[in-house]
Nanobody
Framework: QVQLLESGGGSVQTGGSLRLTCAAS????????MAWFRQAPGKERECIST????????VYADSVKGRFTVSQDNPKNTLFLRMDSLIPEDTAMYYC??????????????????WGQGTQVTVSS
């Protein structure tokens, strides 16, 4: 059974940091692309970063560029999202996603086949 399991969310103050983890299991082969999305109440789900797990090439949304960093531990099929300089606007449910190909682009949720259940991040001012 394919599963993506996020962890590491929590509550922090403005300027704080968190590291999210996405553990992938049940895949017969490693998904070529993995991503982090987030969704705040009343807003569309936003892609904040996508990584090519083979080459390591990573793209970021402008809203998080320079503050968030994606990394991976390939032998353990684990994806990380390091979030620094957090601001209240980063408050959202954060999701991990995976796919074999980006049929609709790197930042389109339709490109992604597999999704985790999410982990909540709350940033207070």
């Amino acid at each position: 059974q394919v599963q993506l399991l996020e962890s590491g969310g929590g509550s922090v103050q403005t300027g704080g940091s968190l590291r999210l983890t996405c553990a992938a299991s049940g895949f017969t082969t490693r998904s070529t692309y993995m991503a982090w999305f987030r969704q705040a109440p009343g807003k569309e789900r936003e892609c904040i970063s996508t990584i090519n797990t083979v080459t390591g090439y990573t793209v970021y949304a402008d809203s998080v560029k320079g503050r968030f960093t994606v990394s991976q531990d390939n032998p353990k099929n684990t994806l990380f999202l390091r979030m620094d300089s957090l601001i209240p606007e980063d408050t959202a449910m954060y999701y991990c996603a995976a796919t074999e190909r980006l049929s609709y682009g790197w930042n389109n949720r339709l490109s992604f086949t597999y999704w985790g259940q999410g982990t909540q991040v709350t940033v207070s001012s």
